[in-house]
């Protein structure tokens, strides 16, 4: 799958229709951002089954600080909804690879299970 641009009017409907989506959020005058693009495209052509999005942090500046962005590159993804990884920072190709691996084995039950009790302290 080709990656995408997601705005504030189409990430949540990105987010809620595709099983896991990764989402970068970059600016054109990043040094680290246009360094890790590459190794983003390279890993949104191998996995199809992965939704790859983009975020433009400076068309997006509401949408990047109502996902708390406040260095880019940011990587978030998100599986069945939930948020299950966020880190500032580009990641070498293997890393990337690794967290892909990773987020298709979480067992989403155990997730939520996680994710409703952290709710019930709260």
């Given at each position: 799958m080709a990656t995408i641009?997601?705005?504030?009017?189409?990430?949540?409907?990105?987010?809620?229709?595709?099983?896991?989506?990764?989402?970068?959020?970059?600016?054109?005058?990043?040094?680290?951002?246009?360094?890790?693009?590459?190794v983003f495209e390279k890993a949104s052509a191998e996995h199809t089954d992965i939704t790859f999005a983009k975020v433009d942090t400076e068309a997006e500046q509401?949408?990047?600080?109502?996902?708390?962005?406040?260095?880019?590159?940011?990587?978030?993804?998100?599986?069945d909804r939930i948020l299950v990884f966020a880190q500032p920072g580009a990641l070498p190709a293997a890393s990337l690879e690794r967290l892909l691996e990773d987020v298709k084995r979480l067992d989403m039950d155990e997730v939520r299970a996680t994710v409703e009790e952290q709710a019930a302290e709260v």
């Open positions: 641009d997601i705005t504030a009017g189409t990430f949540e409907d990105t987010i809620t229709t595709n099983d896991i989506v990764l989402v970068d959020f970059w600016a054109s005058w990043c040094g680290p951002c246009r360094q890790f693009g590459p509401d949408l990047a600080a109502r996902a708390g962005i406040t260095s880019i590159p940011t990587l978030m993804v998100f599986r």
